[in-house]
């Protein structure tokens, strides 16, 4: 029901307003590789989405928010921690 591998591929241009904020954008291809018919879990074919961005920092960690937009939408929020 899937490709057999699935390669997310991105070009990504960051500017740091702050010490604590940064933006980010660019452009992204996701690329199935292997049996492309079977498209249900992956796309057929590549497909090319932009990417935006921000990260907020808070010494260690932070937070981060992200926006996909083109053929395949999507709007995601997380937390990173460097060790």
Do not use: C, W
Request: charged share 10%; glycine share 14%; aromatic share 10%.
């Amino acid at each position: 029901m899937a490709s057999d591998v699935l390669a997310n591929l991105a070009l990504v241009v960051s500017r740091q307003l702050t010490s604590q904020v940064t933006l980010y954008s660019g452009p992204n291809l996701t690329i199935p590789i292997g049996h492309r018919d079977r498209g249900f879990f992956t796309p057929t074919k590549m497909q090319v989405n932009g990417i935006v961005g921000g990260y907020i920092s808070f010494g260690k960690s932070g937070i981060y928010i992200e926006g996909n937009f083109g053929h395949m939408m999507a709007l995601g929020i997380g937390m990173a921690y460097t060790f």
